[in-house]
């Protein structure tokens, strides 16, 4: 006959068993839930096709710079807009643009980096298209890795994350600029290290 210890004992284990397939039923919907979005495509953005004009009255300036300036100004402006966030993001613009951050994926932190390839549009804006992903050991699509760095950082209006088209549109025309100040990319040529930039400056 059992005593009532072996009851308690055997009780205990029932419950420790439950609990145990209980976690691992959730880890594997977590897991299915995750794989199932990130496999999914995400909804299209929209890009804007405003283009800024000069009118007769503004001041037009070209600007050339070298990548490593360009790179200090671009960093000098996400500081501003992304002091709210405690993810860091950093830019490094050399042969290519290369974007680093962090990723959390069930609570691990693992470090990344994106290399893109800036394309200038008619309308001066830029279309950073990604030509490869780094995410440490992990192979995980770039598409993926856009839509949890697009959801984890609050990025400002010109900024826009395009997972599904696997880039990120630089919306020159939305950058605030003080005394209503414009700016358009005209020419962007990393290998040989030359940026030229068009500066519109409104005089009424």
């Known amino acids: 006959m059992e005593t009532d210890l072996d009851v308690k004992e055997w009780t205990m284990v029932n419950k420790w068993k439950v609990a145990f397939f209980l976690l691992i039923g959730t880890i594997i919907i977590l897991v299915a839930i995750f794989i199932f979005w990130a496999a999914?495509?995400?909804e299209?953005?929209?890009?804007?096709?405003?283009?800024?004009?000069?009118?007769?009255?503004?001041?037009?300036?070209?600007v050339?710079?070298?990548?490593?300036?360009?790179e200090k100004i671009v960093l000098k402006f996400l500081e501003n807009e992304l002091k709210s966030t405690s993810l860091p993001v950093d830019i490094v613009v050399g042969d290519a643009i290369i974007?680093?951050?962090?990723?959390?994926?069930f609570g691990v932190t693992v470090p990344f980096s994106m290399e893109f390839d800036p394309i200038v549009n008619e309308d001066g804006n830029v279309q950073l298209k990604q030509t490869s992903v780094n995410v440490g050991k992990l192979?995980?699509?770039?598409?993926?890795?856009?839509?949890?760095?697009?959801?984890?950082?609050e990025?400002?209006?010109?900024?826009?994350?395009?997972?599904?088209?696997?880039?990120?549109?630089?919306?020159?025309s939305n950058l605030?600029?003080?005394?209503?100040?414009?700016?358009?990319?005209?020419?962007?040529?990393l290998e040989n290290n030359y940026i030229l930039l068009e500066v519109i400056v409104p005089n009424k």
């Open 139 to 153: 192979n995980i699509p770039p598409v993926t890795v856009l839509k949890l760095m697009n959801d984890a950082v």
């Open 44 to 62: 299209d953005v929209q890009i804007g096709r405003e283009s800024i004009t000069a009118q007769p009255t503004d001041s037009v300036l070209l």
């Open 40 to 42: 999914s495509p995400g």
């Open 176 to 189: 605030s600029l003080p005394s209503g100040a414009h700016i358009k990319a005209k020419e962007i040529d």
């Open 155 to 172: 990025f400002p209006q010109w900024i826009v994350v395009r997972p599904n088209e696997e880039e990120i549109f630089v919306d020159l």
């Open 64 to 70: 050339e710079t070298t990548a490593e300036d360009f």
């Open 99 to 105: 974007l680093k951050s962090e990723l959390t994926v």
